[in-house]
């Protein structure tokens, strides 16, 4: 059984060992190099543009500016293509752009011999704007007479949706009814993979090849071909082993404009590769939102109808637009049953910020932290118990998503808060913590969330796989489905192993992907890999399967219905299991006999057309300095329902990594932009201030394992929920020490001192 055993991770060894080619580690030194001229100004026009000294240093090869690109608009949100238009992302980017949207737009390109080169270039290149008003928020992009940064968005907005559930007018009638408002705002953080963002393009037999870092191969080389508009067979993408990703690298990025450099010199290799401060500003960040919410409440804490105005900070582009925002709303709606009515109103709106995107938890935690404190407030008021409210209120078991058709099993949400709650010891803290006066003190708190897995049904859901048996017995492993960091190579060979019935050690998953020969699977995102990719790799390993054991009845003499593989072996099953032959013989005999010599191959593709939902909580303790303004957190867990756990050590590592980017979304983390220029002012490592080792306690990994009914292992997601419910956990223990509920994230000592003054406690 490889299924629940906690086996090193197959990446492991070539990693720790620094053996492991990432894309910069293979590009040929000699290569040409990419630079990008960025805007000096947030929102205007570049009306001209002087390259005349710049072409003159020695080593520059070509200059692009934004009057020589195509003019072509595409999308590059890492999503699925419909052929229907409705489901098409905003096709609002082109390669370079004259019309800046931004303080760092990308408004020409350098190709040249070497760096100093490119450098040098672009600080020659001379630059005229006609500028327009900064807007760093989305009141200041709605206002009337705005500067609209996208013509065929009015008042600056993308999108905006409004649903009604119920008849929300007769609901809040109801007498006794106590209303409760709310106002809680979430900053723009960045992704802060290790690996930069970094690609090189060639051209090779007419055809453009690129190498890039990226979640999304099969899907880059689609949104290529579109920012081209090239046929998108005349591109190939190789995606290497890549140093995390977190959502950013679910968008094209800089490829699309890396393909075209290396049309523009003659097919020649062209790298480029974006420093830090880059990757802040031109890549993708989580949207800021700002959220109202109003709830019209039973003395005894039973939700009648509530109300939800969301206003998400789209930045320049439109990358993955509103459906971030949308997918907040879900929590909202699911999360918590009102009995009678309940509205949502959403609003996607640009501004003069970076680009949002996809980013880990996509939309959840931004709409769980508003959800979850204003939960918290209203059990406060009414003097209920913070557990017992959620009860009452939460979404039940036997619950049946209307659109999506999730089912709602189990009772996750007692299991995961019994375990989360024994861990803290929440009862004994929370009378322990009351009646405290004094400038430090603690508290505890604690946050459910909610989640689904994958996409369907908003898009579709493919995932493809090949199975190739070596002469030894062992089996190759290919799959659209990308490894980003987060051990999906390993679940992958552990259910691989599982279904074949050999080894794990035999099962060897080609980690790269390489759309030329890679069957098709649309990449790292939605929590969807190994829920979707295990279809495929069932599917494919019983075929396989079914391959051999039809092969050892020729060999064997026995009927393929009595034969199983166990270990490696062919067995009898009609006689405890007797083995016959190995594997390998028979692999080696298949393929090199005189008669009947046969390549074991098998190959197919799985479509999921379900989902699931993911279940857990969050508690969390702290100490607070109020004088100082200052948190210590000095413990956290968070207890999951991912369904069946392949690999517990793989999950409880994917927790950790979730759990601290929560705690820096919580604690620390906020791009912060000049409100006069629109420049970003904290782009680099130093002033973005991450939580490090130090910034952590002791992270508890806790798992409810209840089988999945419609997924191939009985797995769902875990790879996005662990970085929601944190934020909303500490920001309740601060609430519980101190009497002082603090609606604006992260929770910094600026914030915290503002608010504690305000409170009288300082």
């Known amino acids: 059984m490889s299924i629940g055993q906690s086996i090193p991770r197959v990446d492991a060894w070539e990693k720790v060992s620094g053996r492991a080619k990432y894309t910069d580690d293979l590009v040929d030194r000699n290569a040409l190099i990419g630079k990008i001229l960025h805007s000096t100004i947030a929102n205007g026009l570049v009306t001209k543009m002087d390259t005349g000294e710049a072409e003159k240093i020695p080593g520059v090869v070509k200059i692009i500016t934004c009057f020589d690109v195509p003019d072509i608009c595409f999308p590059t949100a890492g999503h699925p293509w419909s052929t229907d238009p409705a489901h098409w992302d905003p096709m609002d980017r082109r390669l370079l752009n004259r019309r800046v949207r931004l303080y760092g737009d990308d408004i020409a390109a350098v190709i040249a011999e070497d760096e100093v080169a490119a450098s ?30 996208h013509e065929n968005c009015p008042n600056n907005i993308l999108k905006h949706t409004s649903v009604t559930d119920g008849d929300f007018e007769e609901a809040i009638k109801e007498e006794g009814l106590i209303k409760f408002e709310g106002d809680f705002e979430t900053p723009m953080v960045q992704h802060c993979h ?25 899907i880059i080389r689609r949104i290529v071909g579109q920012a081209l508009d090239i046929p998108w067979g005349q591109v190939r993408i190789i995606k290497p082993y890549i140093g995390g990703g977190f959502g950013n690298k679910q968008d094209s990025l800089y490829e699309p404009l890396n393909a075209y450099m290396t049309t523009q010199v003659g097919g020649r290799l062209v790298k480029l590769e974006l420093s830090r401060e880059e990757v802040f500003f031109g890549t993708r960040v989580r949207h800021g939102e700002k959220i109202h919410l109003e709830s019209w409440v039973r003395p005894n804490g039973r939700l009648v109808a509530r109300s939800y105005t969301a206003y998400s900070n789209q930045g320049a582009y439109g990358s ?57 407030d209203i059990a406060r008021q009414l003097k209920l118990d913070p557990l017992e409210i959620r009860f009452l209120n939460v979404m039940p078991v036997g619950f049946v998503d209307p659109f999506t058709k999730n089912v709602n099993y189990f009772d996750s949400f007692h299991q995961c808060v019994d375990k989360g709650k024994a861990y803290i010891k929440w009862d004994e803290k929370r009378k322990l913590y009351q009646n405290q006066c004094g400038p430090q003190r603690r508290g505890v708190g604690m946050s459910l969330f909610w989640y689904n897995t994958a996409v369907w049904p908003i898009s579709i859901e493919i995932s493809s796989c090949r199975m190739v048996m070596n002469q030894d017995g062992s089996v190759q492993v290919q799959l659209g489905e990308t490894e980003i960091g987060q051990g999906a190579d390993t679940v992958f060979t ?27 699977g649309t990449g790292a995102y939605g929590s969807r890999q190994t829920y979707v990719g295990s279809a495929a790799i069932k599917k494919v390993a019983l075929m396989l399967k079914e391959k051999v054991l039809r092969c050892a009845e020729t060999l064997t ?65 702290v100490e607070v300095d109020i004088p100082l303004g200052k948190i210590k957190l000095l413990d956290m867990v968070n207890v999951h329902d991912c369904g069946r756990l392949i690999n517990p050590k793989t999950a409880a590592a994917q927790v950790h990594g979730g759990m601290s980017m929560s705690i820096g979304f919580g604690m620390y983390e906020q791009l912060l932009y000049d409100p006069r220029t629109g420049k970003l002012l904290n782009s680099n490592l130093l002033d973005y201030k991450l939580p490090t080792m130090l910034d952590h306690p002791h992270l508890e990994a806790q798992f409810v394992e209840n089988y999945e009914p419609s997924s191939a292992y009985g797995t769902k997601a875990l790879g996005e929920p662990p970085t929601v419910p944190g934020a909303s956990a500490i920001r309740n223990a601060v609430l519980h020490a101190t009497g002082v509920g603090i609606n604006k994230i992260p929770l910094t000592p600026h914030v915290l001192f503002a608010e504690f003054k305000a409170a009288g406690l300082i």
Request: hydrophobic share 40%.
């Open 120 to 149: 040098r270039a672009l600080r020659a290149i001379k630059v005229e704007y006609e500028e327009y008003p900064v807007m760093l928020t989305p009141e200041e992009s709605m206002k009337e007479g705005a500067n609209l940064l």
């Open 194 to 218: 290790i690996e930069t963002v970094t690609s090189w393009a060639y051209m090779e037999n007419g055809r453009i090849v690129i190498v890039a870092s990226t979640q999304i191969p099969h």
């Open 320 to 376: 993955h637009g509103h459906g971030i925002a949308a997918k907040g709303t879900n929590v909202f709606r699911q999360l918590y049953r009102d009995e009678k009515a309940r509205k949502t109103d959403i609003y996607t709106v640009h501004t003069n910020t970076a680009a949002a995107g996809a980013m880990r938890g996509y939309g959840t935690p931004q709409t769980v932290f508003a959800v979850e404190s204003h939960i918290e």
């Open 494 to 520: 552990q259910m691989a192993a599982e279904t074949l019935g050999i080894p794990w050690e035999q099962v060897h998953v080609i980690s790269a992907q390489d759309t030329d020969i890679t069957p098709f």
């Open 557 to 621: 003499r026995m009927s393929a219905s009595s034969l199983d593989i166990i270990d490696g072996n062919i067995v009898l099953t009609t006689n405890n299991n007797q083995v016959l032959v190995s594997l390998a013989e028979l692999a080696t005999e298949t393929l090199y006999h005189v008669d009947h010599a046969e390549h074991l191959t098998a190959e197919s593709t799985a479509q999921v057309k379900t989902n699931a939902f993911s279940f857990g909580c969050a508690f969390a303790e």
